[in-house]
């Protein structure tokens, strides 16, 4: 069965970068892209970019642009999105999905991580 | 970009009756709209694609229509465990916005 496993939670000082694992399992890697979307506490979903496992392309929402990385290593079959320059406000839960084999609805989905930015 | 609005924000409705959700994208999607299903401290769960396609293993009351820019989740006969917050999403051109989410409460 597919499945997406996160890296656990991390506690993160403003100006810091944190780095997020998904390990995917059940299915071939390279065959489907992982987008990558957060939640503040309360809030809404918000969708942060994408990336192709195969040829290693990424595409980011503005908002991100210069500030997240999406890479990958297929050895291990896992992504990793990489968030610079914290903030308080970037304080929340970041899940990694799977998305369809061309389009991008979100068929699978991570557990979460909790990444929290504090002094 | 193309932004997705949800309405209403939340919406009260017994057990057993009928739950309609929209959804507007502020240019067409063509049919390239999800929507999802969130319970508190779960992830995300894929409901219905391509508007209308339900997902595997998704009970037939759920069900979706709409396309261009207008979109609905209508959900049949409401069951306790639907009481969630609902997300829609295009994937139509990226940023792969989501709309800022229904939810759905028991009256």
């Known amino acids: 069965q597919v499945q997406l496993v996160q890296s656990g939670a991390e506690v993160k000082k403003p100006g810091a970068s944190v780095k997020v694992s998904c390990k995917a399992s059940g299915y071939t890697f390279t065959s489907y892209d992982i987008n990558w979307v957060r939640q503040a506490t309360g809030q809404g979903l918000e969708w942060m970019g994408w990336?192709?496992?195969?040829?290693?392309?990424?595409g980011y929402a503005q908002k991100f642009q210069g500030r997240v990385t999406m890479t990958r290593n297929t050895s291990i079959s896992t992504a990793y999105m990489e968030l610079s320059s914290l903030r308080s406000e970037d304080t929340a839960v970041y899940y990694c999905a799977r998305a369809a084999v061309v389009l991008q609805y979100l068929g699978y989905w991570g557990q979460g991580t909790l990444v929290t930015v504090s002094s | 970009e193309i932004v997705m609005t949800q309405s209403p924000a939340t919406l009260s409705v017994s057990p057993g009756e009928r739950a309609t959700l929209s959804c507007r994208a502020s240019q067409s999607v063509s049919s390239n709209l999800a929507w999802y299903q969130q319970k508190p401290g779960q992830a995300p769960r894929l409901l219905i694609y391509g508007a209308s396609t339900r997902a595997t293993g998704i009970p037939a009351r759920f069900s979706g229509s709409g396309s261009g820019t207008e979109f609905t989740l209508t959900i049949s006969s409401l069951q306790s465990e639907d009481f969630a917050v609902y997300y829609c999403q295009q994937y139509n051109n990226w940023p792969f916005a989501f709309g800022q989410g229904t939810k759905l409460e028991i009256k």
């Open positions: 990336m192709n496992p195969n040829s290693g392309n990424t």
